[in-house]
Structures are given as structure tokens and as C-alpha cells.
């Protein structure tokens, strides 16, 4: 079965610090990848979506990057954090355009 | 462009209460909708989806949507909920055409009292 994997679960982190967010899929191939922001009140912000291994498509425009280095393995990076990027950061694939999501368990970043 | 409206932020209701969250969606072609809950210290799961068909579907634990196309609405329903209810729902959209990127509403909570 398929399983998302997503680390770490919480980090606090000081600014103008890097950042590196993993998520990787398991008992699947060429999964569709995203990732979301989750903000109270605000639902979730689509940040970031892959279809395929370095196919990024950027959603808004941030200080935030994504990367797919490996089928199955999605990265959301920062070179320098502010403390607007604090929130809970969401990865899911789904295996097919237009099916429905399957989330990991979120990261909160605490940016301080 | 894609976007999602959820009516209503907040909502508390006693057990046996019925339920209706109200979604409305902006996609001038096809779309794909889906309702996602999440449980208090869980991951977001999905409730139901529309693809096709039937514009009224079933989803897990009792949950129903009804698409009506002429408004643009995909509203939750449940007949009578229940303490293990209590949950935030998303609506969803996926525009058909419009690439790979499923679009969220801002949720709403739901507080169902005992």
C-alpha cells in the first residue's frame, strides 16, 4: 500500500535561517507531489506541485522553493527564513491529474 | 482562476442536529469536487468526492454532497451528526482543464456539543 512520509513534525527555527522540509512517497511511481500551507481561517495555499522528477510549478510567488530530486521525493527549501513563513506545511501526492489527495502528517515551523 | 467559497467558518451544533456546509466554486469549465475532513489530531482525509454522474454522493460515516451545477455549489449535508463529527472540512476544487492543482477552501470548523 501506499504510504506519504513527511519530516520533521515540528522544527522552530530562527530567522534568516535554511530550511529543508522532506517528503517521500512510498508503493507507488510518477506520483503527482504538492505542497500546501495550511493557515487558520485560511484553508490550504497551494504553494508548489510536481509532475514529474525536476517539473516544479510554483504557485505563489515567496521566499520559499521546492525541489524533486527523485520520483518520490518532494523538498520545500529556504535559503533565508522570515517569520512570515511560520505556519504548517502540508505534502501530498496523488497518483492520478484530478484524483484526490493524499496528505503526510505536516511539518509547523515556528519561525522565530 | 480557480477559487472556493465556504460560507460558513465556525459552526456548533448539538448531537442530532443535521448539518449542511455550504460550498460555492468560480471554473467557467469541468471540474472535479471533494470534500476533506480533519479530525482533531489527524491527517486531512477525504469525505467524498464528484467526478461524474449521480450529482448526489454518498461518502464515508453518513456524510452526502449534492452538486448542482447552475450554482456552482457542492454543499455537505448529514442528516444528524454526531460528537465524532466535530472536524474541520475543506471543500475542493479541481478544475478538469485547468492542470493539476487542486484548489482549497478556507475550511470550516465544526463543534458538535453532547
Known amino acids: 500500500s501506499q504510504t506519504i512520509h513527511q519530516w520533521p513534525a515540528t522544527l522552530v527555527q530562527p530567522v534568516g535561517s535554511p530550511l529543508s522540509l522532506e517528503c517521500t512517497v512510498e508503493g507507488t511511481s510518477n506520483p503527482n507531489l504538492y505542497w500546501y500551507r495550511q493557515a487558520a481561517g485560511r484553508g490550504l495555499q497551494l504553494l508548489f506541485y510536481s509532475v514529474g522528477i525536476g517539473q516544479i510549478s510554483s504557485e505563489v510567488p515567496q521566499n520559499l522553493s521546492a525541489s524533486r530530486p527523485q520520483d518520490r521525493q518532494f523538498i520545500l527549501s529556504s535559503k533565508k527564513l522570515l517569520l512570515s513563513d511560520s505556519g504548517f506545511y502540508l505534502c501530498a501526492w496523488s497518483d492520478r491529474v484530478g484524483e484526490k489527495l493524499f496528505f503526510g502528517s505536516g511539518t509547523q515551523l515556528s519561525v522565530l | 482562476a480557480q477559487s472556493v467559497s465556504q460560507h460558513n467558518h465556525h459552526v456548533i451544533l448539538s448531537e442530532a442536529a443535521s448539518l449542511e456546509l455550504g460550498c460555492n466554486y468560480s471554473?467557467?469549465?469541468?471540474?472535479?469536487l471533494f470534500w476533506y475532513v480533519q479530525y482533531p489530531g489527524q491527517h486531512l482525509q477525504l469525505l467524498l468526492k464528484?467526478?461524474?454522474?449521480?450529482?448526489l454522493v454518498k461518502g464515508i460515516k453518513g456524510f452526502e454532497a449534492e452538486f448542482i451545477k447552475s450554482k456552482f455549489s457542492f454543499n455537505l449535508r448529514k442528516p444528524s451528526v454526531q460528537w465524532s463529527d466535530t472536524a474541520e472540512y475543506f471543500c475542493?476544487?479541481?478544475?478538469?482543464?485547468?492542470?493539476?492543482?487542486?484548489?482549497f477552501g478556507a475550511g470550516t470548523r465544526l463543534f458538535v456539543k453532547a
Open positions: 475542493a476544487v479541481i478544475g478538469v482543464t485547468g492542470g493539476f492543482k487542486t484548489i
Open positions: 471554473y467557467g469549465g469541468t471540474v472535479n
Open positions: 464528484y467526478f461524474s454522474g449521480d450529482p
